[in-house]
């Protein structure tokens, strides 16, 4: 057994006060503290530097069956995080190890090694095993590659193309021989980083219809692959534009996360019938057997700049609740971190 000294007792962490009613706010989360357990065999206690709070975890803050579990009241958050080992009970983990796991929203945690990765901090910083070397970049790529079946000369089309999996998307698919990739996104700022980032079009949806300026964007000749963050009129717009044969990748809808009523579906899904086209929804946990292929090729492209990241860091826990709030308004670019 490896330990440090003065290891501490207790965490503070952040809990669901009380499940949102539309737009989360303030007052449904709370800043506590709880006793930590001690370490049983097999088992690390980790001091998490950096938590991830992601779109995905406005659903599980309603009290509804989904994919994941929901949230449960008066009870620590959970989700990824990136941390320290400062004491260890298990093989294969020592002090010092920059682990991977699952018990973000608090400072410190006692988890089984077996449920934690080590981060190669040798192919890049340990933040980027939270964004693109970690779930975000297996989202992006397995989205792109596996479930869209992107293939070279293929036109692109990435909505929420600023945030931590969209810009992603579209540098893949200009490192894979993209014919062209347009991206949306809601400032002119975020819009001015697609460019740089390589992006051939880019437009603020909030300055037009999205269904008119993807229309330009694409110059006439359509577009062969959708990979969906937002839902909505952007869908509806995509499903426009694609040429027959086309496909999309249903990643996300975040235009409807905080919706407290039924949203309406694109008006015109009737053309997937006489286009052909493959609308495909998907989890990262269903890509896992992609997991080392992605790692290989996306370490390559972080090292030629063929791939670059963006991350917005929140500093302290108890600004959590509030980077996650920020995150649904579209306030980040790249990946939303909060450092600890």
Request: aromatic share 6%.
């Given at each position: 057994?490896?330990?440090?000294?003065?290891?501490?007792?207790?965490?503070?962490?952040?809990?669901?006060?009380?499940?949102?009613?539309?737009?989360?706010?303030?007052?449904?989360?709370?800043?506590?503290?709880?006793?930590?357990?001690?370490?049983?065999?097999?088992?690390?206690?980790?001091?998490?530097?950096?938590?991830?709070?992601?779109?995905?975890?406005?659903?599980?803050?309603?009290?509804?069956?989904?994919?994941?579990?929901?949230?449960?009241?008066?009870?620590?958050?959970?989700?990824?995080?990136?941390?320290?080992?400062?004491?260890?009970?298990?093989?294969?983990?020592?002090?010092?190890?920059?682990?991977?796991?699952?018990?973000?929203?608090?400072?410190?945690?006692?988890?089984?090694?077996?449920?934690?990765?080590?981060?190669?901090?040798?192919?890049?910083?340990?933040?980027?095993?939270?964004?693109?070397?970690?779930?975000?970049?297996?989202?992006?790529?397995?989205?792109l590659l596996k479930v869209a079946e992107f293939k070279p000369g293929d036109a692109v089309f990435v909505s929420g193309a600023a945030g931590a999996v969209g810009s992603l998307v579209g540098q893949i698919a200009k490192a894979?021989?993209?014919?062209?990739?347009?991206?949306?996104?809601?400032?002119?700022?975020?819009?001015?980083?697609?460019?740089?980032?390589?992006?051939?079009?880019?437009?603020?949806?909030?300055?037009?219809?999205?269904?008119?300026?993807?229309?330009?964007?694409?110059?006439?000749?359509?577009?062969?692959?959708?990979?969906?963050?937002?839902?909505?009129?952007?869908?509806?717009?995509?499903?426009?534009?694609?040429?027959?044969?086309?496909?999309?990748?249903?990643?996300?809808?975040?235009?409807?996360?905080?919706?407290?009523?039924?949203?309406?579906?694109?008006?015109?899904?009737?053309?997937?019938?006489?286009?052909?086209?493959?609308?495909?929804?998907?989890?990262?946990?269903?890509?896992?057997?992609?997991?080392?292929?992605?790692?290989?090729?996306?370490?390559?492209?972080?090292?030629?700049?063929?791939?670059?990241?963006?991350?917005?860091?929140?500093?302290?826990?108890?600004?959590?609740?509030?980077?996650?709030?920020?995150?649904?308004?579209?306030?980040?670019?790249?990946?939303?971190?909060?450092?600890?």
């Amino acid at each position: 057994m490896s330990t440090t000294a003065a290891l501490p007792t207790s965490t503070r962490e952040i809990r669901l006060a009380s499940r949102p009613a539309g737009r989360p706010a303030p007052e449904n989360f709370r800043l506590a503290e709880s006793t930590l357990p001690e370490l049983a065999e097999g088992q690390i206690l980790v001091r998490n530097r950096y938590i991830s709070v992601d779109p995905y975890m406005r659903g599980r803050m309603n009290d509804v069956k989904s994919y994941s579990a929901p949230f449960a009241l008066d009870a620590a958050l959970d989700g990824g995080a990136l941390g320290e080992v400062i004491a260890s009970r298990a093989d294969g983990r020592k002090v010092g190890d920059a682990v991977v796991h699952q018990l973000g929203w608090r400072e410190f945690a006692v988890l089984d090694a077996s449920a934690t990765t080590v981060a190669r901090t040798d192919l890049a910083p340990a933040s980027a095993f939270l964004g693109a070397m970690g779930m975000t970049g297996l989202t992006a790529y397995a989205g792109l590659l596996k479930v869209a079946e992107f293939k070279p000369g293929d036109a692109v089309f990435v909505s929420g193309a600023a945030g931590a999996v969209g810009s992603l998307v579209g540098q893949i698919a200009k490192a894979m021989g993209a014919s062209r990739v347009i991206g949306s996104a809601g400032t002119p700022g975020k819009v001015a980083r697609l460019l740089e980032l390589g992006f051939d079009a880019a437009f603020n949806y909030r300055d037009a219809p999205v269904r008119d300026q993807l229309k330009a964007a694409a110059g006439g000749n359509g577009i062969d692959v959708y990979f969906d963050n937002v839902g909505g009129d952007h869908l509806e717009a995509a499903l426009a534009e694609l040429n027959v044969g086309g496909r999309v990748a249903m990643c996300g809808a975040i235009s409807q996360y905080n919706a407290t009523e039924a949203t309406p579906a694109p008006r015109n899904l009737m053309l997937a019938i006489g286009k052909q086209l493959t609308l495909r929804g998907f989890l990262v946990g269903g890509q896992r057997q992609h997991s080392v292929e992605f790692a290989e090729r996306m370490s390559t492209w972080l090292g030629d700049g063929s791939v670059r990241y963006d991350e917005t860091v929140v500093d302290g826990l108890e600004n959590a609740p509030q980077a996650f709030m920020d995150l649904l308004d579209g306030a980040n670019t790249g990946k939303m971190l909060v450092r600890l």
